[in-house]
């Protein structure tokens, strides 16, 4: 985290010299509805429980080419939000958040086109992804900046809103493109506006200055994570870096992905969309190896545990799937990222364990609260998702869940921790 927020803070040192006043007037005219809207579609993001059910089909049927469609069905009567139930026009639905491309050249500039169609298969236009990243960053810029203020004299009025506003085109400038390579940021002072720029140069060395304050308090942070519990007990709130912030993460989160959004009438009756990827190469591997037996890997582009997921894969004809015994389905293996809870669950507890923690203390004591909360965020992701090889497996697994609420191994787990931050006093 510590290289990833230094990095984020010195990308931004560099773009908001490159902002023009052109970038900076658009921005500004329109920033009030853009931030908006990009609430509204940070909120649906993050809840998610208007989207019912996601069926990814996978097409290996074509010699070199793996093509994809996501059918998504919606029901916006499932938005708790009144605020959203209550609009005059269209609601703007995030359908999918399509992955950044990775490995070890990206293409950062690759346009990525895809195809939405209704349930009664009529073409949908989506929104223009310029226009996704200026409203998502409007919307950061605001809470960004609000954290900004909180050190220091604080700006009021135009300045503050000036600050958001140049905020707001500098992420508009980062959230299309992956992140970029750690570099130092240029010294001297920002001079690419104008003379009639002048709000403009004022925003960019105010600006400047505070990022620069968050910039050596994210790397002070990284030194201190390395110190005892005992010395971190006296580290403030107000001490951590924007950098670290919850904000800040979704926008790295946010870097090179494509949001697909699209258009529903929220009074609307539950229906369905269609998104069409572009075909993805299929490549041999080793190359030049032929085998009459082959093992195939897709990467799946909706990771989600919160709907219901259906994945269908359409083979060839004359192509089988290899069974072991006398099971008739194939072998499949899904691999994804650990969710954030476990790996804040993880975290504390490597902490917990650490030799040379104190055996008691105030602050091993906190540890294990908050180790409880985040098993408990573990253990509510976990009540209704389970896989096992066989299906008398999965009637076995269901009938435990529904009898426990979760696997047993969390609840002997979440008792161990419950009995010793009672202990600790």
């Not at 346009?111 to 929104?127: K, L, N, P, Q, W």
């Not at 200055?209 to 971190?232: G, N, W, Y």
């Not at 253990?379 to 869940?401: D, K, P, S, V």
Request: aromatic letters at 2%; hydrophobic letters at 40%; one cysteine or more.
């Amino acid at each position: 985290m510590g290289n990833e927020s230094r990095a984020l803070g010195r990308e931004l040192l560099r773009e908001l010299l490159d902002v023009t006043l052109e970038e900076f007037r658009l921005t500004e005219s329109r920033f009030e509805t853009d931030s908006r809207l990009g609430r509204e579609l940070l909120y649906l993001v993050s809840n998610n429980g208007w989207v019912r059910r996601t069926t990814e089909r996978i097409d290996v049927s074509r010699v070199a080419a793996v093509e994809s469609e996501v059918v998504v069905d919606v029901d916006t009567g499932y938005i708790a939000h009144e605020a959203l139930r209550t609009l005059d026009g269209p609601l703007w639905l995030p359908l999918l958040a399509l992955p950044r491309r990775v490995g070890p050249e990206p293409e950062a500039d690759a346009s990525v086109s895809v195809d939405v169609t209704d349930a009664g298969g009529a073409r949908i236009a989506e929104v223009p992804q310029t226009e996704v990243s200026r409203q998502l960053s409007a919307a950061l810029a605001e809470t960004l900046v609000v954290r900004l203020q909180r050190r220091g004299s604080a700006d009021a009025g135009q300045a503050n809103r000036d600050l958001q506003v140049l905020l707001a085109a500098v992420l508009a400038r980062m959230l299309p493109q992956p992140a970029g390579p750690d570099e130092p940021p240029p010294a001297g002072t920002p001079t690419g506006a104008a003379a009639r720029g002048n709000r403009l140069q004022l925003a960019q060395r105010r600006l400047r200055e505070r990022l620069e304050t968050e910039l050596d308090l994210a790397e002070r942070e990284e030194t201190r994570q390395a110190l005892p519990d005992a010395d971190i007990a006296q580290v403030e709130e107000d001490a951590r870096s924007t950098l670290n912030s919850r904000e800040a993460e979704i926008v790295r989160a946010l870097r090179g992905c494509r949001l697909v959004v699209v258009p529903v009438d929220p009074d609307g009756p539950p229906t369905s969309f269609s998104v069409r990827m572009p075909a993805r190469a299929l490549v041999r591997t080793p190359p030049g190896r032929y085998a009459s037996v082959a093992r195939v890997r897709v990467g799946l582009l909706t990771a989600s545990t919160h709907v219901d997921r259906v994945i269908e894969v359409l083979i060839p004809d004359g192509v089988r799937c290899v069974a072991d015994g006398t099971d008739a389905a194939a072998e499949a293996r899904i691999e994804v990222l650990a969710p954030q809870q476990f790996e804040q669950l993880r975290l504390l507890l490597d902490r917990m364990l650490r030799p040379d923690n104190p055996p008691h203390g105030w602050v091993r004591k906190q540890l294990a609260e908050l180790a409880v909360v985040k098993l408990h965020a573990a253990i509510h992701c976990l009540r209704h998702h389970y896989q096992t090889e066989t299906e008398e497996g999965t009637e076995r697994q269901a009938r435990e869940n529904a009898a426990a609420g979760v696997p047993k191994a969390l609840i002997t787990l979440y008792e161990k921790i419950r009995e010793q931050s009672l202990n600790l006093e």
